[in-house]
Structures are given as C-alpha cells and as structure tokens.
C-alpha cells in the first residue's frame, strides 16, 4: 500500500527457491492436513467403536450413492487438470486461454455442487439427517467441510477470474503466482475428496 | 482501544527520523485501527491482550470471593450482576462455572498467547531480524479482525440466556454438549481465535525463513525469534485438530449428532434422545493435543523474552546459545506426543499411561536445560537489575517450581491421587502467571521504549514488580498444600467437605493474596498511561543492546529502518574482550 517493499513477493528466495505466497500456501495446506486427519481419525475411532457399520446394517456402499459420488471424483480430477491448463496458459502469456480453464475450472467446481446438493436432498428426503446415526453424522461432518472447502475454492478462483485479472497488466508473473497458489489449494481439495470417496462411499 | 493506539502513536511523529517523512499520510483509520504495519498490529494485539488479561483477573477474583467466604453475599459489586448471576449478591454455582471456564479461556486464549505472539511476534520479530514489516500485511491485518470478533463474542456470550459457557477452558462432553447456549458461542468463537492464530502462524514462519536481513544466517538469529519460530509451527500443527473438534462439537450441539455422546446416556433421570455411540474420550484426545503443544505455545515466547533481557542486563553473551537452540526445537517436537499425560484417570490403558508417562519424563529434560543456561548466563555477570530484569530473573525461580511440581503430575501413580486437585491449579499457574505473565511484564518494560521513544517509570516498575512478587507466591504457594489435602479445583464450596473445611484458611490467604496482586497491578496501568506522556525520551538504544531492533528509530517508522540493516556477528556479543564499549551489536561493522 505505501513504500514498505517486501522482499520476495514475486521473485524466489534464492535459498528456499519459491517466494512467499508459495510458502504460505503449502505451510496453509500443512494445517489443513492436520484438520482432515483429525476428522478422518475420530472416523476411525469412532467407526471402530460400532458393532456395525452403518449401524443399520446393510454396507455403505449401499446406503450411499456411489454412481453419483464416481462422477463427482470424475469431475473434481477434470477440474483439477482445467487449473493445471489456467496456470500453464498464464505461463506461456495468454490471457483469453487463463480465462476459458479458470472458467471451466469454477463451472466443475459448481456441477460437483449441484451433484452433493442432490444426494444431500436425497439423504433428507429419506429422513437420514445428521442426527440420524453417527454413520450420517461422519458423512455430512466431512463431505460438509470439504464442500465448504470447494465453496472457497470458487471464491478465490472467481476472484481471480475477475477483479484479480487486473494485476495480469502490471505484473504477470506476480499473477501466474497466484493462480499457481490458488491451483495448489485446489488441488489439495481435489486429493481430500479422492480419500473421502474410498473411506465414506466404499469400504 | 484505539483512543489509547493513537496516544501511543502520537509519541510517533515528534523528532526522530522517520521514514515516511515526506510520503502523503494516511488517513487515520488506515494508519492505527485497519492497519497493515506490524507495528500497529503487534500494538493492537498486546493492548487488547493486556486488557483481557486484567478482565479475566477480574472474573477470578471474584470467584475467589465465593471460595473465600462461601455463601456470604460479595460486597460492592454482589447486587449489581443480576438476580441470575448472583441471587442477593451471593454468587450462584452456575455463575460460579461461568467464571471458572470464562477465565480460563480468556487468559489462555485471548490473554497469553495473543500478547506472547500477537504482540511480542509481531512487534518485535520483523525488527529483530531487520525486515521492512510481515511477509504478508494483509494477511496479518486480517488475523486482527478475525481475532477480536472472536472475543467479543466470546465476552458476549454472558448476555446470552443461560450465560457463558460454564464446562471448564476444556469444554469436555458429554457435559459440554448439552451445556445451555453459552456453549455454542464458545465453539463459535474458538473457530475465529483459531483462525486467527493460524494466519498468525503462517505469517511468522514465512517471514522468518524468507525476509532475514544480509548477514543474518539461523546461528545469529536471537534466541526470541528461535522461539517464536517453533511456536508459529506449533500453533500452525496443533491448532487444527481443536478446530475439527469445535465443529464436531458444533454438530453434537446443533445438527444433533452424536460424535462425543455414548449410547444410554442418562441426564437428570431421563434417558437422552440421542442416537449415540459417541466417544467422549474422542474430544479429550483432541482437545489435549491442541492443548499440550499450547502449553509451549505460552512458555516458548516466555523464554525468549527472557533470554533477550538475561543477556542484556548481565552484559554476557547467552551461556550455551546453540544448546537453547537446541532444547527448544526438542520441545517442539516433544510437545506433540505428551498430551494424554491429560488423561491418565480416563482409563485408556496402562500401555498408553506408560507411553505418555515417559514422554512427559523426556520433555523435561530440554525445559531443564534451557533453565540451566538461564542461570549459568547469570553467573559472573556484572548483573544491571532493571525492572524487566527483575521480571526475567524472578521468571527462573517461579518457572522451576512450576515445572518441578508438575513431575508428580507426569507419574501415573501420583496422579491418581493429585489429579484434579488444587496441585494441579498451583502446578500450571506457576509456569503461567509468575512464570509466563512476569517474563511478558519484563518484555513490555523492556520494549515499550523501542514501542513508545519513551521509557517506562523504573520506580512504579519496581513497586510493580516486588508486589506482585510478593502477593502472587501468596495465591500459588498454598495451592500444593490444599491439592496435598485433596481438595478438588472445580468446587463452588470447598467447605462442603471435611477435609475442605482443614484448608479454608488457606483459601482465605489465597483470596487476599489474589486481592493484592490486583492492586499491584495498578501501579503497571498507571505506569502504562503515564509514561506515554511523561516517560523519559529515549534514542534507539537504550539499554544497550546489540540485537536489530535496536538499530531501528525508538519508534520505528513505516518500514522500520533508515537504511538496510546488515548482520556482523552473533547476536549477543556482550563484554568482548579488548573493544572499548561492553557491548557489539549485530548490526555494526566495527564493535
């Protein structure tokens, strides 16, 4: 905002070789690790504590939707691979190419939504709320959080999409950063999911 | 808050060499509420700290009126808090509850760890290592704005029906999640403070790899920023787990689920209609392993403060600077595999119990050492007692009991008999109050000159400081002999039991003495307030100290530095043989 020049904003730290941003985030996504793999221990302890699971019987791929949940995984690595392109476009210069991946990018990010707001409706429509049993309760708690980490991910990819673009004309390197940071966190929301499917759909 | 920031600010303009000399000036909402200069921030942070710290106090010595004289009607305030809080001015036991759990998250979470990392991290780190500010200012501002809804709310929750939350600072279910309201807010809150320290953290751990001076590899760092460094990855690891727990807690407490709810729960005769098979040993396991490395969360800070300030007033470098280094990176490894020594009495097991037992036995070992240098730096040294270094050597001695007492603790056999005792409430608040709290006391006396250009009254600083002293071992010390006696830490009315009734004197002593230390603490606001108008102008250093902060103008301006520091040497190169001054700083060519 003033005179204040930080140092390694945009050029790398010739010692670690990634300037700040990029620290920031993989120090960011580090936390974030240990958020989910607190969620997906108490998964474990509490699952383990149960007769059965789901406690109703039957198997949880069953009870679950997995032809919906494999087009979600389809379509969440599809999006993953749209923001490697948006960030390679930005690298080799062109802006109308950034523009269609990151757009491409958020509407996957959306479709995955509309998917999960389906099977969520489902859920409720058969009475199978949160409250229901714990099974439920560990089923909306992390695929609750992770779609909450997927909103997010829109929220940044849009504004990048938008009023962030502004930056490409003054310093494109200092965007393509971004866009890589963005891209990253993106991609941990994608692998969250990829455990997430196997853990709650199918075992 | 902000009318006090401007005060500290306008000692800001006058004189010294200012950077932004010259640049437009922003306007004043930019320049001290919505700030992006460290500075600012690291000042907003330890006064909001600061206040917290004595409204927490508050809300303790109010409780030690109920323990004082139980049942009897507090005088003064007793008919002012409502029918609810306190019926014909004596305390009800919620109430009491209320306070128990609202000091104990205030000044874990919104006093010590604000004031050791918000303010003390970020005031003094980017100057310690000659950085223009934060790696990310923005961000930092942003750790501010979330930090302080989460108090207010947190303060807010009293207002709601049924009042605050009243499960104890550790909210353990299946209490916790049927508990009224107060609760929820709690959870609310904790997520923001959460988030908050998180930013914090990133912040600090980027800033200090990335943003270091020329000349300033990691052997010449100072030993506060070796510690601040371990902390912002502590706060970065731990701090997760807690916040996965608040939203199952959460769910537990809105959505109905029942993640910390066992099946057949019975609450006040009626079976609860939950679907159960929960775990409430699932929260403790979470809870503590935020709240174990939480713990050095509040030390680690503590230690580098006094490190700085031993080094300065003995005019000898740090004995064993590299095996301080050392320990702490030890403590911060150890401090992740500790936390069950929290839950002993579940009945997790034996194995477990002797797993954590002998981990708490190593974690030891580095806090030894680190106290031991302490005291070796002392030895020889022709010793300047300042105020801050009154603080920094009474921290040793008050740090060591805390630490020594708590290796009964760590032992499953004496455990069982100590456990949730007055012991344990005596064991931890020696490590914090006049262990933590005196070396931060020492910190603000030893930088609020480079904060303020202006010195804090020594003499109010000593009355201050021998007071305290004096009345906090009067609120501490007899605490191991009443948890020796079995009495229990969370009672509303110790007298209710007998062998209650053959400590209460003892608790009379406590209350007086917690009285007391209030008092003394009028003589640091008066200090506080006084010196920003009347202290002693100061120029950049002061107390002759050799590390980078010093190098920068007393108060420093935006961007900190008039030209770019470069590093030299080792940061405590004190009493060089053959150089004329007893001091060489870091930032000189020639000593």
Redesign the interface.
């Known amino acids: 905002?003033?005179?204040?020049?930080?140092?390694?904003m945009v050029k790398p730290?010739p010692v670690?070789g990634i300037p700040?941003?990029k620290?920031?985030i993989w120090?960011?996504l580090?936390?974030?690790v240990?958020?989910?793999?607190?969620?997906f221990s108490?998964y474990v302890?509490?699952r383990t504590?149960?007769p059965h699971w789901p406690?109703e019987g039957g198997l949880s791929s069953e009870v679950l939707n997995v032809p919906l949940a494999t087009l979600n995984t389809a379509v969440l690595i599809t999006s993953s691979i749209t923001m490697v392109l948006a960030w390679a476009s930005c690298k080799m210069g062109s802006l109308p190419r950034f523009r269609l991946w990151m757009g491409a990018t958020i509407a996957l990010a959306f479709v995955f939504l509309v998917v999960k707001y389906f099977e969520y409706s489902h859920k409720f429509h058969l009475g199978h709320?949160?409250?229901?049993?714990?099974f439920?309760?560990v089923y909306?708690?992390m695929t609750g959080?992770h779609g909450l980490h997927i909103v997010g991910g829109i929220i940044v990819n849009g504004y990048l999409l938008g009023p962030g673009t502004k930056l490409w004309a003054k310093d494109p390197e200092h965007f393509t950063n971004r866009v890589e940071n963005a891209g990253l966190y993106w991609h941990f929301v994608d692998l969250v999911w990829i455990f997430l499917f196997p853990s709650l759909y199918l075992l | 808050m902000s009318v006090k920031q401007h005060t500290a600010a306008t000692g800001n303009g006058h004189g010294h060499g200012n950077r932004d000399h010259g640049h437009h000036e922003l306007p004043f909402w930019r320049k001290y509420i919505f700030s992006v200069d460290h500075k600012v921030i690291g000042i907003q942070y330890a006064v909001t700290a600061l206040v917290f710290l004595f409204f927490g106090f508050s809300l303790m010595m109010m409780m030690r009126w109920q323990l004082a004289y139980p049942g009897q009607p507090l005088p003064l305030i007793g008919n002012l808090l409502g029918e609810t809080a306190m019926p014909g001015g004596v305390m009800a036991p919620e109430f009491y509850n209320q306070l128990g759990a609202m000091h104990g998250t205030i000044m874990v979470f919104m006093g010590v760890v604000p004031l050791a990392v918000g303010g003390f991290g970020n005031f003094v780190v980017p100057l310690q290592i000659g950085a223009p500010d934060m790696a990310f200012p923005r961000l930092n501002m942003a750790s501010y704005w979330v930090f302080l809804p989460g108090c207010i709310a947190m303060v807010a929750s009293f207002f709601l029906p049924g009042g605050a939350a009243q499960s104890g600072w550790t909210s353990y279910p299946p209490l916790a999640d049927i508990a009224p309201t107060g609760q929820t807010m709690w959870l609310f809150a904790m997520v923001l403070i959460i988030t908050s320290s998180l930013l914090g953290s990133i912040n600090f751990i980027v800033t200090i790899v990335q943003m270091r001076a020329k000349g300033l590899s990691f052997w010449r760092l100072p030993f506060f920023v070796h510690a601040q460094l371990v902390t912002a990855f502590l706060l970065l690891l731990a701090f997760p787990p807690l916040e996965a727990a608040s939203v199952m807690q959460i769910m537990d407490r809105v959505a109905g689920t029942s993640f910390f709810l066992p099946t057949g729960l019975v609450v006040s005769g009626e079976p609860l209609k939950v679907a159960g098979g929960g775990n409430p040993l699932l929260w403790q396991h979470l809870f503590w392993f935020l709240a174990h490395p939480e713990v050095y969360v509040l030390i680690l800070p503590a230690m580098g403060i006094v490190a700085e300030v031993i080094a300065n007033n003995t005019r000898k470098p740090l004995w064993g600077y590299r095996l301080l280094v050392y320990s702490v990176v030890s403590l911060g490894f150890m401090s992740f595999v500790v936390w069950a020594h929290h839950m002993f009495m579940t009945g997790m097991g034996t194995t477990m119990s002797t797993f954590f037992q002998i981990t708490t036995m190593i974690i030891s070992i580095p806090s030894v050492v680190i106290l031991t240098c302490f005291i070796m730096s002392l030895y020889g040294g022709n010793i300047r007692f300042t105020t801050p270094m009154l603080f920094a050597t009474a921290f040793l001695p008050m740090f060591a009991i805390g630490g020594l007492t708590g290796l009964p603790l760590g032992l499953t056999a004496s455990d069982i008999y100590l456990h949730d005792t007055f012991y344990v409430i005596g064991h931890f608040h020696y490590v914090v109050a006049p262990g933590t709290l005196f070396a931060l006391f020492a910190g603000v006396y030893y930088w609020y000159p480079k904060a303020t250009g202006r010195q804090l009254n020594e003499k109010l600083g000593k009355v201050h400081f021998w007071l305290s002293f004096v009345a906090i071992n009067f609120v501490f010390m007899p605490m191991f002999f009443q948890g020796m006696a079995g009495l229990s830490r969370r009672l509303y009315d110790p007298t209710v039991y007998a062998h209650g009734r053959g400590v209460q004197a003892l608790n009379v002593l406590i209350s007086w003495g917690a009285w007391g230390l209030g008092l003394a603490q009028l003589f640091f606001v008066v200090n506080f307030f006084l010196s920003l108008k009347k202290g002693a102008r100061v120029a950049e250093n002061p107390w002759n100290a050799t590390t980078l902060e010093w190098a920068a103008p007393s108060p420093p301006g935006h961007g900190n530095f008039i030209t770019e520091p470069v590093v030299y040497r080792e940061p405590y190169e004190y009493s060089v043989p053959g150089k004329s001054n007893d001091y060489s700083p870091q930032f000189r060519a020639e000593g």
């Open positions: 905002m003033s005179e204040t020049v930080i140092p390694y730290h670690t700040n941003g620290f920031g120090l960011f580090a936390s974030e240990m958020l989910f793999g607190a969620l108490s302890l509490i504590g149960m406690p709320t949160p409250s229901h049993d714990n439920y309760a909306f708690t959080l």
